[in-house]
């Protein structure tokens, strides 16, 4: 991020915020050392936006100009790719690991990502047990069970959901905090649903139900730094969360619903909402 300006803390910043915010445009407004201080991302063209605030600050009505997001001559062109980076990642690990293990069919590539190893004995399985996973260092499988799918369509609607909401807090909050919301999220739904139902689940959906539940939570405590998601997705998923409880998503096809890890997954999004004030330095407007 680069610093664009530096104001007293006497200075309301909030409408100039909500125009920076919908027209996309990433930034941060720190508090320190007794001033307000209002930073952008790198790919954007710092001096255009010092302009549009000296403007606004003239009393110039900012709905009525178009922001082209114009970046630095000097910067090289960041392609959209680049910054999403962490979301194509984790869809693309996904997708990988979900081939891999043909969907659960190839035991032997799957147990390498179970919450403890499974040992198959016949037409039985043994698995052996959180402790052991533990003192044998194997921590990746804390996290790995949300990169396993079961179905084409179980790992089309989670990854779907993958990008359109965290591509946009990586874009508009920064990969620390998107990646933060995963591990959080990944490792506490994975422990809750293991904990109800053993090793054999998996899926990205506690993931997406902390993406939801965190850009939901955000935009009613930082207005003024929205994501902008339509509210309704939030009813949206806790209905879908209602009807896994009810099996009526299993007789339609869905599979076995892991729904401990989408419930913990949700309440992991909203709690991890002031950790992720924290991360991006968002202040709160009182």
């Known amino acids: 991020m680069i610093k664009v300006l530096e104001v007293s803390l006497s200075e309301d ?24 201080q209002l930073w952008v991302s790198p790919t954007i063209d ?45 869809i693309l690990m996904s997708l ?15 147990r390498l990502f179970t919450m403890t190893d499974l040992v198959q004995k016949g037409d039985q399985y043994f698995t052996t047990s959180l402790g052991t996973t533990l003192s044998n260092f194997e921590l990746w499988r804390l996290i790995s069970p949300i990169f396993v799918h079961f179905s084409p369509l179980h790992i089309l609607f989670n990854l779907l959901w993958v990008w359109v909401v965290g591509s946009r807090i990586e ?8 990646l933060g919301l995963v591990l959080f999220s990944g490792v506490l739904s994975n422990l809750a649903q293991f904990y109800v139902s053993g090793p054999l689940f998996g899926g990205m959906s506690g993931v997406v139900f902390a993406l939801l539940g965190y850009s939901w939570f955000w935009d009613r405590r930082n207005p003024h730094q929205a994501f902008g998601l339509p509210p309704a997705l939030m009813g949206l998923m806790v209905g879908w969360l209602a009807l896994g409880y009810t099996g009526v998503l299993e ?36």
């Open 171 to 178: 874009v508009l909050q920064g990969r620390i905090a998107l």
């Open 251 to 286: 007789s339609m096809g869905f599979g076995a619903i892991a729904n401990t890890a989408h419930l913990v997954g949700l309440l992991a999004g909203l709690a991890f909402v002031p950790l992720g004030e924290l991360i991006t330095g968002a202040r709160r407007t009182r």
């Open 13 to 36: 910043l909030t409408e100039f915020a909500e125009f920076l915010w919908q027209n996309e445009i990433p930034h941060r407004i720190l508090e320190r050392d007794g001033t307000q």
């Open 46 to 90: 710092g001096e255009k936006i010092l302009s549009l605030y000296t403007m606004w600050q003239q009393g110039t009505d900012l709905s009525t100009i178009e922001v082209r997001h114009a970046r630095p001559r000097r910067a090289g062109r960041v392609g959209g790719w680049q910054r999403v980076w962490l979301t194509m990642s984790l």
């Open 96 to 110: 990988g690991i979900t081939f891999l293990i043909g969907m659960g069919d190839n035991f032997e590539y799957f």
